[in-house]
């Protein structure tokens, strides 16, 4: 019997050998279907393994959690140390780290997790060394630092992409703007608002028929690619991930290497050891996980400025407050007073479902 592994090559040897034209769509996107669902099978094996694994899911504390990756010796467990205090092993040999090394940052007032990860290595999520419970963890972060030897070339970069792609994991990406809803009959009903240059109609048809979905109406408000489409069907196992890079080691190179170094979207250059631009990569860190700062303003008194309640922006309702101070508050719940960016007049009175901005102030009235 082949092994899913064996069965993702031949797909993938039968996609090298099919040349793309319109005659070829629809196989071709039989085989796009074919291939994700046996790689998601790869990730989710029926025995576990899949998963995080003996030490390597740590307790989940802060408001936030932040995963570093990146291949053995980048430097890793020095950015930890340097960022957290927590001490990590770090040294020149590679996987000195074995397991996650969790750590905190408290900034701007909200507890940020920080966990460091063992080295992966190419074909890690195919499971090359303990690569597939590191990408696991990885997997659940709110952010991703990829942590990068400048001194390596940054070829390495696309590898580690590939790799978290690989396993599910969308870089600095949205979901695709597709929609698509379930008939009994009718067939496939495909309307699109923008020009599609990367998929027609048949290749829809073979990915929807793979996965035996025959009747539905499909919305498409993208430039969608094939890849988006299979991406939006298996949904459930893929992951939107924001991710920084953290470029290490500059102290080890020249001034102009450095200025090629900013022309990198989401990169940050970064001294681990001497500590230098750590201060920039934590901003970004900041802004990347577009956390919110709400402070309670007791009725009659000065808001609180010391302790913000931290919300994340998918969780940032009044009752998502009111659920992070005490669950006995939104019994006694008749309104709340907020002053800020997320109303237009300042006080205003809102309900539990009113979504609140960073630094928002509110007073909450009991029953
Ligand atoms: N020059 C220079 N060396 C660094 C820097 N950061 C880390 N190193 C060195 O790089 C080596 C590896 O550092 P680690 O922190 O152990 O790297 P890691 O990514 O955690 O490695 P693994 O846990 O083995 O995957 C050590 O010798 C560090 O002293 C840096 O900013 N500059
Ligand atoms: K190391
Ligand atoms: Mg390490």
């Known amino acids: ?36 669902k046996l790689k998601r099978e790869l990730l989710t094996p029926s025995g576990g393994g899949g998963g995080g694994g003996v030490g390597f899911d740590v307790a989940r504390t802060g408001v936030a959690s932040v995963g570093f990756i990146g291949f053995p010796s980048v430097g890793k467990s020095t950015l930890m140390s340097r960022l957290t205090g927590q001490h990590s092993e770090a040294a020149a040999y590679e996987f000195t780290t074995l397991t996650t090394v969790p750590g905190q940052v408290v900034y701007n007032g909200a507890k940020i997790q920080m966990l460091d990860l063992p080295g992966i290595i190419q074909g890690a999520k195919d499971g090359k060394g303990r690569g597939r419970q590191v990408i696991a963890v990885a997997k659940t972060c709110h952010l991703i630092f990829i942590v990068l030897d400048v001194n390596k070339p940054l070829t390495d970069k696309r590898v580690i992409e590939t790799e978290l792609e690989g396993f599910g994991i969308r870089i600095n990406k ?52 094939i890849d988006d489409l299979i991406d939006v069907l298996e949904a459930k196992s893929r992951a939107y991930i924001p991710v920084i890079y953290a470029l290490n080691k500059i102290d080890a190179i020249s001034v102009e290497e450095l200025d090629l170094l900013y022309r990198i979207p989401h990169a940050c250059p970064i001294s681990s050891e001497h500590g230098w631009n750590v201060d920039e990569l934590l901003e970004q860190m900041w802004e990347m996980l577009n956390l919110r700062r709400v402070y309670t303003k007791p009725k009659g008194k000065m808001p609180d400025y010391s302790e913000p309640v931290v919300l994340r922006a998918n969780a940032c309702t009044v009752e998502d407050f009111c659920g992070q101070i005490h669950k006995s508050i939104l019994e006694q719940f008749k309104q709340a007073i907020v002053y800020g960016k997320s109303v237009k007049h300042q006080p205003q009175r809102v309900g539990l479902a009113h979504e609140l901005a960073d630094e928002d102030i509110i007073t909450i009235i009991k029953r």
């Open 1 to 36: 019997m082949s092994t899913t592994v064996d069965k993702i090559k031949d797909v993938e040897s039968e996609m090298a050998r099919t040349q793309k034209n319109k005659s070829t769509s629809y196989h071709l996107g039989q085989l796009k279907a074919k291939l994700a």
């Open 174 to 225: 949205q979901p695709p703007n597709i929609t698509f809803k379930k008939k009994e009959k009718g067939g496939l009903a495909i309307t699109s608002t923008v020009p599609l240059t990367h998929i027609d109609h048949d290749e829809i048809k073979a990915v929807m028929s793979e996965y035996k979905i025959n009747s539905a109406d499909i919305a498409i408000r993208c430039d969608a690619t």
